[in-house]
């Protein structure tokens, strides 16, 4: 009998921006876990399931429920908000599953909140861009600073997660002083919060005035490139398309 995990990116939080394949491995599941608020999202689809949950900063310890429930002979999905491997927990299982090796891991993507929040907001990574992580729980503040000044210097557009939190107050004022110092204040850019859930919000403004912008771990922040438009409402970055004649392709990707 194979002994399955499955790691799960269930996209932004509501069941229509859920991949086919994410609901085949939840449907087919003994147990679910993750963190109680993800879990809570999608708890009434899934009621087959036995649910595991722990409170934030519990990373670890949810894990290894996951992994034993799995080894135990249980289908077992571990789910993450957006991507899977994205600030998520893919990276974690992999590195705990050499002491469970009759476990079979699969890994399934899902949307990150940089795709979800930028559908919302228009089109603003049509270019190059960089997705920086503002928590510091993980990753010294210094670190944070220096990958804010590159990308803030490259000209890419600039997705900020976990802006701020309750017990992480300025940090985004922070970021934005940062980002001033190689972009003008009328830099076009934008927010997304609570993307796919109730009291789903985007708004668009300026560099100067996203400084003293009220954000939490929900929002998802965008910093235009020096090219990024507000067209009629919607956060636009060009490719470059209308430059072109009429034979020239769009560039292949993956």
Known sequence: MEKKL???????????DMTFRADRALRCSEVIAGYTV???????????AEIITTPMRK?????ELALRA??????????????????????????????????????IPGITAALSGGALLGAPLGHD????????????????????AAAAQSDMII???????????GY??????????YRSSDTVCGTA???????????????????????????TVFIGSSSTKNLQGRMVTPRGYRGLDATAGEDRKG
């Open 6 to 16: 499955y790691v799960v990116g269930m996209g932004p939080g509501g069941h229509d």
């Open 38 to 48: 993800y879990v809570d999202l999608i708890r009434s689809e899934y009621p087959q």
């Open 59 to 63: 990373e670890k310890e949810r894990c």
């Open 70 to 107: 799995a080894a135990a002979g249980k289908i077992t999905s571990m789910i993450c908000s957006g991507d899977s491997g994205v600030y998520g927990m893919a990276s974690l299982i992999l590195e705990m599953a050499g002491s469970y090796p009759d476990v079979s891991v699969e890994i």
């Open 129 to 148: 861009f960089a997705v920086i992580s503002m928590s510091d729980a993980l990753t010294p503040i210094e670190t944070i600073e220096k990958r804010l």
């Open 159 to 169: 997705c900020l997660y976990n802006p701020e939190s309750h017990k992480r107050k």
């Open 172 to 181: 985004l004022r922070h970021a934005c002083e940062i980002i001033r110092r």
């Open 193 to 219: 919060s609570e993307i796919g859930r109730d009291g789903e919000k985007a708004r668009i403004l300026t560099l100067g005035e996203l400084s003293g912008t009220p954000v939490d771990m929900f929002t």
